[in-house]
């Protein structure tokens, strides 16, 4: 009996010893190799605003035309216009909220569907002719325009006079070019004279192209349906596939040159400042600015807290995690690529939009057990699509 209660003892001290010395996810010291990276453009900085859903599909975009031209030189790269679209999507959403009587989601949250919208509806054009930066500040510093902006529509949709004025879009469209700037009705182009409809045509741009999945089993597959997110407040229906065929999109966009418009939950605390999202389980609290209301202040969480293991993600753990609020749409980024570890560990590369920082310059490697846990739904173009899921589309 002495002999057992000793080995059980040198056991728990053995066990105690690993749990203390288990490795944490800022303290590990990955070395990435580059598999796959297809084009992408400049990092941005959304800074204090909740767009990175503009940045993030912006950045697809912008990929998408440098793949669909052919261009070859970094400084033929485009560099569309956020907040052009920010400023049509608003007004939009105006619209929309004044005729629910104030019951749709108000804020500056929205999603890739959004911005296809917007381009299709509006056009594109260049950062340099709207960069929405008319309020004083380097960076964007959206807080006391999305206030102002939900206040006004908000005393709109209570309609005080019983009937409408024609004056209150007006005075809405005001408030947008006060903060973000008028909208270019032209401009020039390398010599060229465009209007934003002119423009993506000249691109290349086709809406009709693009496509979104997502992966619930509270909708049957194969079928399309409206994302049940406040940030989907257009509404826009996106093709329901079953999670593997999902990453099976994923693998063949990126293999096959395409990038991705990735729309993801990173409050999970394996996504981390410096520039990893691995699926472990953990808990972390968030406050802040956008990076900082979901990853952190850099002092406040200086490492986290559990060994690198990562839970098995299935259909079942996304469904579970979607219905309970622990996977929320909450970031918006771009998948462009494809990478190994020094242990030749599978990750996604992916461009975030909170400037050059991290350990990887605004760089993300992204697990595939993260990815195919906490992603919400991807945009991509049609011809990335695998054959098998085109053909159970009908798309050629």
Known sequence: MRKFILAAALLGTAAAAFAQKAPKVSELDYTFTTVKANPITSIKDQANSGTCWAYSTLGFFESEVIRLNGIKDTLDYPDFSEFFVVSHSYMDRAEKYVRLDGKLNFG??????????????????????????????????????????????????????????????????????????????????????????????????????????????????YTWFPLEVADNWRWDEMYNVPVDEMMAVIDNALENGYTIAWATDVSHPGFTRNGLAILVDTEAETAGSDQERWVGKEEDKPSQTAAIVERVPSQETRQTDFDNKTVTDDHGMQIFGIATDQDGKKYYMVKNSWGITGKYDGIWYATEAFVKNQTLDIMIHKDALTKDLKKKLGIR
């Not at 381009?119 to 964007?140: C, F, H, K, Q, S």
């Not at 510093?141 to 007006?170: C, F, H, I, M």
């Open 108 to 221: 500056a949250g929205s999603q890739a569907g959004d911005v296809l919208d917007v381009i299709r509806d509006y056009g594109i054009v260049p950062d340099a002719d709207m960069t929405g930066m008319n309020y004083g500040t380097e960076l964007p510093a959206q807080s006391e325009l999305d206030a102002v902006l939900l206040g006004y529509v908000s005393a709109v949709a209570k309609n005080p006079n019983r009937t409408l004025t024609t004056a209150w879009k007006a005075g809405f469209q005001a408030i947008l070019d006060a903060y973000l700037g008028e909208y270019p009705e032209t401009f020039t182009v390398d010599g060229v004279e465009y209007t934003p409809a002119g423009w993506r045509d000249a691109l290349k741009i086709v809406p009709e192209d693009y496509i979104t999945l997502t992966s619930y089993t509270h909708h049957p597959f």
